[in-house]
């Protein structure tokens, strides 16, 4: 049975665009890692609210908003 030639790995420098632009970036002042931290906790004390007091349906919406608005602004966090 033949055998199946094997890909040769890429072993290419980064461009110096790439460089430049990591280098362009600042990183995250401390402010917005304390929003997003804050952000989840209230989201997660909401959720337990809502079923501990057993609440309106609202507030598990808006604690899982507060969950997922946190976590989108982790996808800009450097």
Not at 5 to 16: E, L, T
Not at 21 to 26: I, L, Q, S, T, V
Request: charge should be positive; aromatic fraction near 8%.
């Amino acid at each position: 049975m033949p055998e199946s030639k094997r890909r040769k790995p890429k072993n290419r420098p980064p461009s110096q665009k790439a460089i430049a632009a990591a280098k362009e970036k600042d990183p995250s002042p401390i402010w917005y890692v304390a929003l997003i931290a804050g952000l989840m906790i209230i989201g997660v004390i909401l959720v337990l609210v809502r079923f501990i007091f057993q609440m309106d349906q609202m507030v598990l919406v808006a604690g899982l908003g507060f969950i997922a608005v946190g976590f989108l602004l982790t996808t800009n966090y450097r």
